[in-house]
């Protein structure tokens, strides 16, 4: 069965901390993508990337970067210098071989104060 | 995603009443996916249509629930005879090809509430 777990339900941190928000996964296929999703307060998905799982190399962008390891089931995404608008909810999403379904996490509210 | 359009954006209803959710996927996507997100829970995927055709509804409640993607016009979600429990927010996502590994673009969604 697939699953994907984010404890953390509530984040506050102050503008200009790092973050991270845990992501740990279960599943059986060999073969399957992993989605991180950020929902700001307006409501809309917006898609932050998207690692498949042949590929564990760490991902940068901007201030947003990616930890994958196969070997604890994780997919971590740190924010650097967090800022207020990027207090949202991000989710965490799985997909296995030969589904159309994302399966995602509870998500994690980050909240940013200046 | 502005490009994926859903309306209502906001929808009342009071029990028994029947709710009509409508999505519009980005141009050139044939591909249509709903998400029901209830509260304080992630999303949950009910069903997935290509043109004309339902290919997954394994996440659709087995009644009063029931999806069509027409070959002209929307995607419509319709919840019949609704109840408080139903009460949630509806997204559409959209691909222009099976989505495996690819990158949905989600609509800003429906919130119905069920009085």
């Known amino acids: 069965a697939q699953k994907v777990t984010q404890a953390q339900t509530e984040i506050s941190v102050v503008e200009k901390e790092d973050v991270t928000l845990d992501c740990v996964y279960e599943t059986r296929d060999t073969t399957y993508y992993l989605f991180w999703y950020k929902q700001p307060p307006s409501g809309e998905l917006v898609f932050l990337i998207r690692?498949?799982?042949?590929?564990?190399q760490n991902e940068i962008s901007g201030r947003y970067s990616w930890n994958f390891q196969k070997s604890t089931s994780s997919f971590n995404f740190t924010i650097t210098a967090s800022q207020v608008v990027d207090s949202a909810v991000y989710f965490c999403a799985l997909s296995e071989s030969g589904s159309e379904k994302l399966v995602f996490g509870k998500g994690t509210k980050l909240t940013v104060n200046p | 995603n502005a490009g994926v359009m859903q309306n209502p954006r906001h929808l009342v209803r009071r029990r028994g009443q029947e709710a009509r959710l409508r999505c519009s996927p980005m141009k050139g996507h044939s591909h249509v996916y709903w998400y029901r997100q209830l509260p304080e829970e992630g999303l949950k995927f009910m069903v997935y249509l290509q043109k004309e055709n339902i290919i997954d509804e394994s996440g659709m409640p087995k009644e009063r629930f029931s999806a069509e993607f027409p070959k002209e016009g929307p995607s419509i979600l319709r919840i019949q005879q609704v109840v408080r429990g139903d009460s949630a927010a509806y997204f559409c996502?959209?691909?222009?090809?099976?989505?495996?590994?690819?990158?949905?673009?989600f609509g800003e969604g429906s919130r119905l509430t069920v009085l």
């Open positions: 690692r498949n799982s042949f590929d564990e």
């Open positions: 996502a959209s691909s222009p090809q099976a989505s495996f590994g690819g990158e949905l673009f």
